[in-house]
């Protein structure tokens, strides 16, 4: 007699598709799909992920090849041809159920599991040769965001984001309605479960050279053409952060200008002030001054100080005090000669009180005025007039005792009068 899956004896109880015993099959949903994407020769690639609870699984190659299917945990635990090791097809007690790997040598390969898995898995590749192309097939439990109509779908791969040198495609999570498959909000669908956005390389090979051109350096003038500069190197993008320099050669002509004019327009009248003069004096309050010229640029021609703005013209001249002057003093001439010719007299010389400039002051003070006058003595020589035979007072002058005692005795005509007055004197 028939056993039904509820294990009584003719019952028609059987398995749905979610392997749920008298089921509708409404509980999960059925995954299925082709990774036929073109691989790089080398290395794991992913294929599919298979949900904790999982049934019904069935992986298989579309056709023979060199290249391996690989079953792994979503950790770094493989379980099959895992770590570049090819393992012998044979049953494999993985995730809580048995999968069977069938390797025929004319057919192609195959992964397969009655369900449920206990935890979820990874399916991969392992790329010898180009992907003929992988078909997967397994029933999975509705997750809350299918059972609210909604659920989180991969895209199509992006496109490279560098043409060479190294580039990366994304696969972006959407969240999509599950009568029309129409791409919603996000909020629509549980976050918890939402997958990662994978990522890939791609366009690995590096550039063609082409020219690099650096910034434009400042115009040299400001008007009346200047010119200014730049860098241009031939580089060769290698991978995404290497770039390697060329001979130029490498690049395709012309090579772009390293110099251009700038600023060609006529410069407009302006103010040039020339280099302050020293200051004047040098000591005390004295002042700077410069000379101020309207012309057309740096180095144009001169024009009328009428064309140029007045009211941004510079100042000529400014303030400066390079030290204090010495204060005024007392400047004395040479003495002059003695009043008297013989004997005792007097010799005079000019005192003045002048500043450092020369200029007559009163500031200096008077109890350091130098003397102007002083005492002189002449010494007395003799003459054919001093005989005492002949030197006598001529007897027609009376007033010789005045000119001894007015000291006028130095005069020589008084002297020759009053001789023998004189004598000794």
């Known amino acids: 007699m028939h056993v039904g899956c509820d294990r009584i004896l003719g019952s028609d109880a059987r398995e749905d598709r979610c392997r749920i015993c008298g089921g509708d099959g409404s509980s999960c949903e059925v995954i299925e799909g082709v990774f036929?994407?073109?691989?790089?020769e080398g290395g794991y690639e992913e294929v599919v992920r298979i949900p904790k609870g999982s049934v019904f699984i069935h992986i298989q190659e579309l056709n023979v090849s060199l290249n391996y299917l690989v079953l792994k945990s979503k950790g770094d635990q493989y379980f099959i041809n895992g770590?570049?090791?090819?393992?012998?097809?044979?049953?494999?007690?993985?995730?809580?159920?048995?999968?069977?790997?069938?390797?025929?040598?004319?057919?192609?390969?195959?992964?397969?599991?009655?369900?449920?898995?206990n935890i979820s898995l990874v399916v991969m590749v392992l790329v010898r040769e180009p992907n003929p192309g992988i078909h997967y097939r397994f029933s999975t439990p509705m997750s809350r965001d299918t059972l609210s109509g909604y659920a989180w779908h991969y895209m199509s791969w992006s496109r490279c984001s560098a043409l060479c040198a190294g580039g990366v495609q994304t696969q972006q999570v959407v969240c999509k309605k599950q009568a029309d498959h129409s791409v919603v909000y996000n909020h629509f669908c549980d976050?918890?479960?939402?997958?990662?956005?994978?990522?890939?390389?791609?366009?690995?090979?590096?550039?063609?050279?082409?020219?690099?051109?650096?910034?434009?350096?400042?115009?040299?003038?400001?008007?009346?053409?200047?010119?200014?500069?730049?860098?241009?190197?031939?580089?060769?993008?290698?991978?995404?952060?290497e770039e390697k320099v060329q001979d130029d050669i490498a690049c395709v002509l012309p090579r772009p200008p390293v110099t251009e004019p700038c600023n060609n327009h006529t410069c407009p009248?302006?103010?040039?002030?020339l280099d302050w003069s020293e200051c004047t004096p040098s000591?005390?309050?004295?002042?700077?001054?410069?000379?101020?010229?309207?012309?057309?640029?740096?180095?144009?021609?001169?024009?009328?100080?009428?064309?140029?703005?007045?009211?941004?013209?510079?100042?000529?001249?400014?303030?400066?005090?390079?030290?204090?002057?010495?204060?005024?003093?007392?400047?004395?001439?040479?003495?002059g000669e003695c009043s008297a010719h013989c004997g005792l007299g007097q010799e005079t010389r000019t005192v003045q009180c002048l500043s450092h400039t020369g200029q007559?002051?009163?500031?200096?003070?008077?109890?350091?005025?130098?003397?102007?006058?002083?005492?002189?003595?002449?010494?007395?020589?003799?003459?054919?007039?001093?005989?005492?035979?002949?030197?006598?007072?001529?007897?027609?002058?009376?007033?010789?005792?005045?000119?001894?005692?007015?000291?006028?005795?130095?005069?020589?005509?008084f002297r020759q009068m009053c001789c023998k007055t004189c004598q000794g004197h």
């Open 36 to 40: 036929n994407t073109s691989l790089p």
């Open 83 to 117: 770590k570049l090791t090819i393992d012998t097809p044979r049953r494999f007690n993985i995730a809580g159920t048995t999968f069977h790997y069938r390797r025929p040598p004319d057919e192609p390969e195959t992964l397969e599991a009655l369900g449920p898995t």
């Open 191 to 241: 976050k918890k479960s939402k997958p990662k956005e994978k990522k890939r390389a791609c366009n690995m090979e590096p550039c063609a050279p082409t020219w690099w051109v650096g910034e434009w350096s400042e115009c040299s003038r400001s008007c009346n053409g200047g010119l200014r500069t730049r860098e241009v190197l031939c580089k060769r993008k290698i991978s995404p952060m």
């Open 269 to 273: 009248p302006e103010w040039l002030a």
């Open 283 to 335: 000591c005390g309050p004295g002042y700077r001054h410069r000379v101020i010229l309207c012309k057309r640029g740096e180095n144009g021609d001169v024009l009328p100080e009428a064309q140029c703005p007045k009211h941004s013209r510079p100042t000529n001249r400014v303030r400066c005090n390079l030290q204090r002057c010495p204060p005024p003093q007392w400047v004395t001439g040479p003495w």
């Open 360 to 413: 007559p002051s009163i500031e200096c003070a008077e109890g350091q005025r130098p003397a102007a006058m002083q005492q002189c003595d002449s010494k007395c020589g003799l003459s054919p007039t001093d005989n005492p035979e002949e030197c006598k007072d001529v007897n027609t002058v009376a007033y010789c005792p005045l000119v001894l005692r007015f000291k006028f005795c130095s005069r020589p005509y």
